[in-house]
């Protein structure tokens, strides 16, 4: 009986599997899409420090910067509700 379980389970598996595999990858990307976000503020804080923007163009990328970054966290936050 146990062989005929694993038998028709095995479809189910398969596809609770997939569902896993496609999470995980959502939530990679996530984190990656957050270190991207945290590189390019980096790069930015330094573009103003050596004078390559201006203080005006600094405040409007950070503020779009900063704004993805808390997307990204309520959607994490969202998710682990």
Known sequence: ???????LLSPVR???W??????NAAQE?????ADSI????S??????ETG???ESEFDNREKELL???DEIQDREAGVND
């Not at 009986?1 to 038998?7: F, Q, T, Y």
């Not at 945290?38 to 503020?41: G, S």
């Open 1 to 7: 009986m146990l062989i005929i379980d694993d038998i």
């Open 52 to 54: 390559k923007i201006t």
């Open 18 to 23: 997939i569902f896993r595999e496609m999470y």
């Open 29 to 33: 990307e996530l984190v990656n899409e």
């Open 38 to 41: 945290t590189a390019e503020l």
């Open 14 to 16: 398969g596809i609770l």
């Open 43 to 48: 790069e930015l804080y330094m573009m103003l």
């Open 67 to 69: 704004d993805r970054l």
